[in-house]
């Protein structure tokens, strides 16, 4: 709409301008509305609780501390205890997939107890030996199953 009257406003003031001016001039009509009058409203929303997942050393894992860490085999310290793991080995409900000079591979819910929830865990070490702990879920149980069309 107001390029409209621009153009009406140009096209006028052209058609009775002198021929010695060679620029329109315009005029803004009025100010240009950003955002609606009054107060804001507030919103509020409810927020369910996180669901803790299935049991595992997912609580565990944080607290690792690398001592060695070399292809094959890993010591690290937990909570005070010196563990040695191999590929094979379980923490909680994870199984120890393979051990790297820098990280250990855990598969999560790789068991007939928690077979719905299959994951990755990728437990990595800084400097000092403090780990971090990344979790691929390689499925999600939140997607509902299509029903099947016949």
């Not at 955002?35 to 049991?55: C, K, Y």
Request: charged letters at 20%; one cysteine or more; glycine letters at 8%.
């Amino acid at each position: 709409m107001k390029t409209i009257a621009l153009a009406v406003l140009l096209t006028c003031g052209a058609a009775g301008a002198s021929p010695q001016s060679e620029t329109a001039r315009w005029e803004r009509v009025s100010a240009p509305v950003l955002s609606a009058p009054g107060a804001p409203q507030r919103v509020s929303a409810r927020v369910a609780p996180a669901t803790p997942g299935p049991a595992s050393a997912g609580d565990v894992l944080p607290r690792l501390k690398a001592i060695a860490l070399s292809e094959g085999e890993a010591r690290v310290q937990l909570d005070g205890s010196i563990l040695t793991l191999r590929p094979g080995s379980s923490i909680g409900t994870d199984i120890v997939r393979t051990v790297g000079a820098d990280r250990i591979i855990l598969v999560r819910g790789a068991n007939a107890a928690d077979a719905s929830t299959p994951a990755t865990v990728v437990v990595t070490f800084d400097a000092q030996g403090r780990s971090r702990v990344r979790v691929y879920w390689t499925h999600d149980r939140a997607v509902a199953v299509p029903r099947e069309v016949h």
